[in-house]
Every structure is written in structure tokens, then in C-alpha cells.
């Protein structure tokens, strides 16, 4: 009973619910082991003893919570403030104000901002917090639009070095916004990776969050391109043309987008780059930009520094490297100055081109512009764990929990934040995050929006069925990411497909986050209710972050199957049929992004003509036997191509894949929702998933240029000029007059 008090105090489950009606008791090593990452000894019942103990002698006591949180329509909670207990903030603006006598209401009418509450009793007792000010909602997306979904480093144009840039992404934008009305430009990730070789090509297992990768520069767009000379300008000269050969290779010989062999040319262009003299103007910016990104900017470059040197896992430096604050690394990195600025130039410049890149989408009318991606965490030895150790749980990993799909769970390879770090710290981990991110953003996906509220945690070398489901404060992180959305304007999008504890989708809904929604899950699992979530085909269920994740039971009692489709039912069945009821547009929820597709499910052409059973049947990822998946898959499309010929949605009749393509995207037409997402690779027939979860090796997953249905790739010039897609995207356009 006392570890498990224990466990609830710190937010830490002590059982969860793998399908609806069965509930699993959480290991007592597990609960220990989690306990110990946040700082808690729960391994005896002395040191249990002891810990509750200290918890009501510390938190227990506490005057204030590590971080208050006010909103206008919710004031905080203070009424454990003793009697004669005064008030005073002092204001992100450097104002102060004495309130007086606790008045929480008072408290929601301060400006929005992040201030410092100060609570003293009458006996002397003063205590002092971090005081988040928060708008009710984020921003909502101005009007109904449709834009395209895109994976940069497969948009390759005639200018790229091998995979797609930030030229190519203003590029895009100024085109698709003005021949096309699109109102947006859907990203993956662009967070730095880790260095390789080999570099994991996965933009969802970052080195950080906080900056973007400077392999996404478009080299000649840099002002300092054009002064190269005398022998700089030849080697200049001879990278470009080893550029062009390697962009050949993809485009024209068959060949993967190779990440490191981008990186390696460019790398050396950049060294040659930062040899010319930045002009005043231009050395004024970079000062600029030093100055307000700061400490965060210098570990980041720091930390690049170092794993030139060490390589790109910082745990496996020496000891006095490993913490960014020792006097070890104080000396490097005086040592490291030059390779220090030269990473921060790099961060700089990149930082530039986005920022021109969303000019360019708002130039050419696009509304929204650039939607820039979260993933929901980042590698164990990469720049953000080093510097931000202390935000971190050390030997944890996040994941799924077993589920009727995968009774192994799910390992994603990522430590999870620490939720009490984030709360002593007035959550400014996540707000600078945050802020980086909608620096040049219209709008912001977040991967796996749930873990807001919750995570699955994973001991280090424990397998992910003896994990426990650790919870934050939603309301805390809600809140931060309504100011910052609010500061920057930007709408926000939340992954909400999978696993999705009840009240989240509401909570969410609440505070104006829109859903994603895709065609084919959407549909009614019992009671009328809705749930988006993927298909739990068995390659799906073996997903990593950023993928659509194969979810589990979703247990709210509502008699629905696990999310994503009715389980009990469809195994009962002797073959297709038991297939929950399409939802018809008029039933889908008007706060989401909705689309027919996503980075790491089929392609719409794969689905039409079952190249998606095919390659899962080739890589021995069918969830059954093939028979059984291709009869599956015939019955499903059959069904939704019935359900598109009575909603005279396919007036080109059955048979034709273009037609079919703007058929379901008729259908979304037809749904409320606010945002309406086209995946770029549909817009040309291509039949590849850029991403194939449960794969490594067997794939080349995160590394394929968009191609036609033949396979061979399309440039942006081409895309531009592909009847096909001029064909689709007419049909959106036209469905907005």
C-alpha cells in the first residue's frame, strides 16, 4: 500500500488496461525502478517509509506548487495558503504586483507571460514559484485550407544536392500557394540528427529538438556563396558538380537518398563559407541571433563540437566531458572556440532559410504556410540529453505497452522527460522548445500529442511489457503551449492516433489543438462514437516514433475494439465483413487535419492496387495469412469504393485509379474539418510508403525520392507540371469556391 501511495504521489501507474475490461498490475520493480529515475527510493519498506515521509515534509507542505498555472476561465488552486498569507508577482516585464490576500481569480487577469508568484505567511514562511499566465486556446487555423504533406529530403529539384532543401521548401511553398491555393506545407521533422556514419535517416530519433539540421541548406543560397574565390571558388566548383552526380544517382540511376554523402559535401562547402567575412550588416544578425538564442545555442554547437572530436555519443566521453558544466569542459571548450562558432553559424544560417522559406509561403497567399514537426523525443546521446541532463530520466525509455497487436510493447529508444524537472523549472525545457519551433511556423504537429499527459516508460534493459505509464500535467503543458502558440500565431495539430486515454481527445479539443484524422480509420467502433487511429496491420504494430502507431484497446468501457478497428469482432468473423460502419463526412469531427494517408501507412495508389499487401507479404510482415490479408484488403477498398459510388463521389466509375485518388479526397472535402492534408507522393501515383514500421534493413525507410507509379522519381519541376497532380488538386481547389 505505501509504494503504491508512493507511486500515485509522483504520477507513476500502478497497473494499465492492455484491452477494455482487463486491467494489468504494473511490476513492484518496475514501480521501483521508475520511482528511482525520478529521484524517489522506493526499494524497501524503510526506504518507502522514508520517502513518504519527505514527501509530506517537502511537497506536502509546500506553500505554492513547483509551477502555478492560471488561465482566464481556470484560476489556480491556492486554498492551502494559510491564513494572512499575502501575495506579490513580479511580471515577465519586470513590473511587480502585490495582491494582497490570496485572490486566484486576480491572478488570471495578469498579461500573459511567464512571472514569479511570491507567497508569504504570516509567521515568515515565504515560498516562490514560476507563474504561467496561459490563453484558453491555441490560435485556430484562419479559414478551411488544404495543403500538401511532404518528407523535404525525398523533394528533390535540379538545384538539390542529393535530397531535398530549404530552396526546394520556398520553392514548393511559392508555387503549390500561388498555381495551387494551397494554404500549407506539412513537414517531418528537421531537428538535427546525430552525426554518423552512419546517420540514422529517421527524422523522429533527433540528436535535438532545439535546432534545426543544417544538411537542409540550400548551399548557394547563402549570401556568402557568391563572394568564394580563387581556389575556395574551384573547390566550391568541384562539390557542386560531385553534388550534381550524387543528385543524378537518386533522380536517374535508382540510387537511395544518401544522407551522409549530402552531409559530407555540403559540410566541407560550409567550411569553405565560413572562411568569407560576414559584411557588417550580415555580422550584426549573427550577433543577434547569438545573443537571443544563448546558452541553449552554445551547448548545442558545444556538444557538436565535442563528438567531432569524441564522436556522437557523449555517455562513452571521457569523464570530465560528460557533464556540459564541468571545468573539463569549460577548457575544451575554450580549446573549441573556432569549431564552436562554426556550428553556430551553422544553426544561424539555417535558421535564416527557414525563416525565408515561410516568407515565401506567405508571399504567395498561403494562410498558414510551414507546419513544422515535433517528434516526441530525442536520442539518448545526442546534444539535448547532454546539455539538459538533469530534464531527462536517466536509464528510461518511452514506448507502447503490450496491446492485442503487439503483446511484446514497444521500445522506442528515447528517454522520456521528467516531469517533476519540468515543473521545478517553470517547464522552461518545453517552452524553449517550443519557441524554436514556431520561430518560422504557420503551425506545429506533435508527434503522439498524448504524451502530454502520459508515457509509457521502460526500464534500461527490461523488455517494454514490464514498463509503467508516468503522468505529467496536462494542464501545465496545454497551457505553455497555448502562450507560445498564441506568441507566435501559429495553430496547432496534436497526432492523436493510437492509444488515447479518455478526456484527452476532449481536453484538447478544449483548448482549440486540432486532431488528425485518417479515411481509412475512420470509422464508427460502437455507440456511435468515433475513433482515429491507424489499422492494425502487423507492420503497423511494430512502429518507433513518428509512426501512425498500431494502438492499443482503447480502454474507455465504450464497447469499442482496440482503437484503429473492432478486434473481437473481425477475429470472430470467418472472413471480411465485420468491419465497422464508415463514418460519413457529416460525422467527422471539424477540428483536425484530415487526410487519406500519412508518412508511414500506404500509399493511396498501394491501396488501390494492393501493393501494400504485396510488400508486406514479401518482407513477411502480414498480420496473417496472405490469403486471408489480400481477401481483408479486397473486401475494405471494395467497401469504400461502394461507399464513394453512393455518395456520387466517383462519377468516373470504378477502375480508375485517378479517379479513385480524387474520390477520397472528394470525400474529405466533405468532412468539416478545418485543414484538408494531401500527401505529396498521391499527388503523382506513387506507389512506395517513404516509411515501412517494423522494418531496418528490409526497407529503405525515410530514404526514397516521391516517384510515379513506374517508380522512377519526380523532380519539383516535374511535380509542378504532372498533369496528375494539376488533375487532383483542382478538385480541392475547386471544392473551396
Known amino acids: ?11 507513476v501507474a500502478t497497473s494499465y488496461a492492455p484491452s477494455p475490461g482487463k486491467s494489468v498490475q504494473t511490476a513492484d520493480d518496475t514501480v521501483v525502478a521508475v520511482l528511482a529515475a525520478l529521484g524517489v527510493d522506493a526499494s524497501t519498506p524503510h526506504a518507502v517509509r522514508t520517502a513518504l515521509a519527505a514527501y509530506e515534509d517537502g511537497a506536502g507542505r509546500a506553500l505554492l506548487p513547483r509551477t502555478v498555472v492560471a488561465r482566464p476561465d481556470r484560476p489556480p488552486d491556492l486554498t492551502g495558503l494559510p491564513e494572512g498569507t499575502v501575495l506579490r508577482v513580479e511580471t515577465e516585464g519586470g513590473g511587480t504586483a502585490d495582491l494582497g490576500a490570496p485572490d486566484p481569480a486576480a491572478l488570471t487577469r495578469l498579461p500573459l507571460g511567464i512571472h514569479v508568484l511570491e ?4 509567521g515568515g514562511r515565504t515560498a516562490r514559484a514560476p507563474l504561467i499566465v496561459a490563453p484558453d486556446r491555441v490560435p485556430a487555423p484562419p479559414g478551411r485550407s488544404h495543403g500538401f504533406l511532404v518528407q523535404l529530403y525525398s523533394l528533390l529539384s535540379r538545384r538539390s544536392w542529393g535530397m531535398g532543401d530549404l530552396g526546394d521548401l520556398a520553392d514548393l511553398a511559392a508555387w503549390s500557394g500561388r498555381a495551387l491555393g494551397t494554404g500549407f506545407v506539412q513537414l517531418n521533422p528537421l531537428h538535427a540528427a546525430v552525426p554518423g556514419p552512419p546517420t540514422d535517416p529517421s527524422p523522429y530519433r533527433p540528436s535535438s529538438r532545439r535546432f534545426p539540421d543544417p544538411v537542409h541548406l540550400r548551399i548557394e543560397h547563402i549570401p556568402e556563396y557568391a563572394d ?7 573547390r566550391a566548383d568541384e562539390l557542386a558538380a560531385r553534388a550534381h552526380a550524387l543528385r543524378s544517382e537518386v533522380l536517374e540511376g535508382g540510387a537511395l537518398i544518401d544522407r551522409d554523402a549530402v552531409w559530407a559535401l555540403k559540410r566541407e562547402a560550409l567550411e569553405l563559407l565560413w572562411a568569407v567575412p560576414l559584411s557588417p ?12 538564442q544563448g546558452q541553449a545555442l552554445e551547448d548545442h554547437a558545444t556538444w557538436c563540437a565535442i563528438a567531432e572530436r569524441h564522436g556522437p555519443d557523449w555517455r562513452g566521453w571521457p569523464d570530465g566531458l560528460r557533464d556540459p558544466r564541468s571545468p573539463g569542459t569549460a577548457r575544451l571548450r575554450h580549446r573549441l572556440l573556432g569549431r564552436i562558432d562554426f556550428h553556430c553559424r551553422l544553426a544561424w544560417l539555417t535558421d535564416q532559410q527557414l525563416a525565408a522559406a515561410q516568407r515565401a509561403a506567405r508571399d504567395a497567399g498561403m494562410a498558414i504556410g510551414l507546419v513544422h514537426d515535433l517528434a516526441v523525443g530525442v536520442h539518448p546521446s545526442g546534444a539535448d540529453t ?4 538533469d530534464a531527462f530520466a536517466a536509464g528510461m525509455s518511452i514506448g507502447a505497452p503490450p496491446d492485442a497487436f503487439n503483446a511484446r510493447g514497444q521500445d522506442w529508444g528515447l528517454p522520456p522527460w521528467r516531469p517533476d524537472a519540468l515543473a521545478a523549472a517553470g517547464y522552461a525545457p518545453y517552452r524553449e522548445l517550443l519557441r524554436g519551433l514556431l520561430r518560422h511556423a504557420g503551425a506545429l504537429r506533435i508527434d503522439h500529442v498524448m504524451g502530454l499527459f502520459r508515457l509509457w516508460w521502460v526500464p534500461e534493459g527490461r523488455p517494454p511489457t514490464e514498463g509503467a505509464y508516468v503522468r505529467y500535467d496536462g494542464e501545465a503543458m496545454l497551457s505553455v503551449l497555448a502562450l507560445e502558440a498564441q506568441r507566435a500565431g501559429a495553430a496547432v495539430i496534436g497526432e492523436d492516433l493510437g492509444t488515447v486515454e479518455p478526456g484527452v481527445r476532449d481536453a484538447l479539443a478544449a483548448r482549440g489543438v486540432l486532431g488528425t484524422s485518417v479515411l481509412w480509420f475512420e470509422r464508427d467502433y460502437g455507440g456511435g462514437e468515433r475513433d482515429a487511429a491507424p489499422r492494425a496491420e502487423a507492420a503497423e504494430a511494430a512502429d518507433g516514433p ?5 494502438p492499443e484497446a482503447v480502454p474507455d468501457g465504450s464497447g469499442r475494439g482496440p482503437a484503429g478497428e473492432d478486434v473481437a469482432a473481425r477475429e470472430a468473423a470467418p472472413g471480411p465483413g465485420a468491419a465497422a460502419r464508415i463514418l460519413a463526412p457529416g460525422e467527422w469531427r471539424s477540428g483536425c487535419l484530415a ?14 492496387t494492393g501493393a501494400d499487401v504485396a510488400l508486406r507479404e514479401r518482407l513477411g510482415l502480414l498480420a496473417g495469412p496472405p490469403e486471408r490479408e489480400r481477401s481483408r484488403a479486397t473486401y475494405e477498398l471494395a467497401e469504400w469504393m461502394g461507399e464513394l459510388v453512393r455518395r456520387g463521389l466517383l462519377p468516373e466509375g470504378q477502375g480508375d485509379e485517378e479517379a479513385a485518388v480524387k474520390a477520397v479526397h472528394r470525400f474529405l472535402l466533405r468532412t468539416p474539418a478545418r485543414m484538408v492534408g494531401v500527401w505529396l507522393p498521391d499527388a503523382v501515383g506513387d506507389r512506395r510508403p517513404q516509411n515501412l514500421p517494423g522494418t531496418w534493413d528490409e526497407y529503405p525507410n525515410w530514404r526514397l525520392p516521391i516517384a510515379g507509379p513506374d517508380g522512377r522519381p519526380h523532380t519539383l519541376e516535374e511535380l509542378a507540371a504532372s498533369p496528375r497532380l494539376h488533375a487532383l488538386m483542382r478538385e480541392l481547389s475547386d471544392g473551396y469556391r
Open 281 to 292: 550588416g550580415r555580422r550584426a544578425a549573427y550577433c543577434d541571433f547569438l545573443a537571443e
Open 546 to 550: 513518428g509512426a501512425a502507431r498500431a
Open 595 to 608: 487526410t487519406v494517408t500519412t508518412h508511414d501507412l500506404p500509399t493511396t495508389a498501394a491501396r488501390l
Open 119 to 122: 507567497a508569504q505567511t504570516p
Open 1 to 11: 500500500m505505501g509504494r503504491a501511495r508512493l507511486a500515485r504521489l509522483h504520477g
Open 228 to 234: 568564394l574565390a580563387g581556389a575556395a571558388r574551384l
Open 386 to 389: 547532454w546539455a539538459q541532463q
